[in-house]
């Protein structure tokens, strides 16, 4: 079994393309989902399917809050083109709420900012 990187595999949904852009159009182009739907099934459904919907896949009160922090808001089609989604670079993983790793340039951000506009998304696990 192989391990697909998630914003790849949000990409694939979305598009049904591979890397190249190949078929264009995408493979049996009806099968394309939309970008929310793609990150929900990274995170409300797959912590459904692994029966932990009460604690994991989305950051509302009482559940984990385990979480990434993108370079980009991936659901915002206007500013990154569906050709983008996948390369988008993460800038933090967080894991219970608390930093699991962090990219130096978000580090120097400190507490303030507006961390909410990365895209989110957290892949719960």
């Known amino acids: 079994v192989g391990v697909v990187p998630p914003l790849l595999g949000i990409y694939a949904a ?7 852009g190949q078929p264009e159009g995408g493979w ?5 989902v939309s970008r ?15 029966f932990k919907e009460a604690s994991l896949g989305q950051i ?3 559940f984990l809050a385990d979480f990434v922090a993108f370079d980009r808001d991936i659901l915002d089609e206007q500013s990154v083109p569906d050709r983008d989604i996948w390369q988008s670079a993460v800038l933090a993983t967080y894991s219970g709420g608390e930093p699991a ?16 506009r990365g895209g989110g998304g957290g892949q719960s696990g």
């Open 60 to 62: 509302a009160d009482g």
């Open 14 to 20: 979305v598009t049904r393309e591979d890397l190249r």
């Open 101 to 116: 790793w962090q990219h130096a340039c978000w580090r120097r951000r400190g507490d303030g900012g507006d961390r909410g």
């Open 28 to 32: 049996l182009e009806q099968q394309c």
């Open 36 to 50: 929310a739907q793609a990150l929900r099934g990274y995170t409300a459904d797959a912590a459904f399917a692994a």
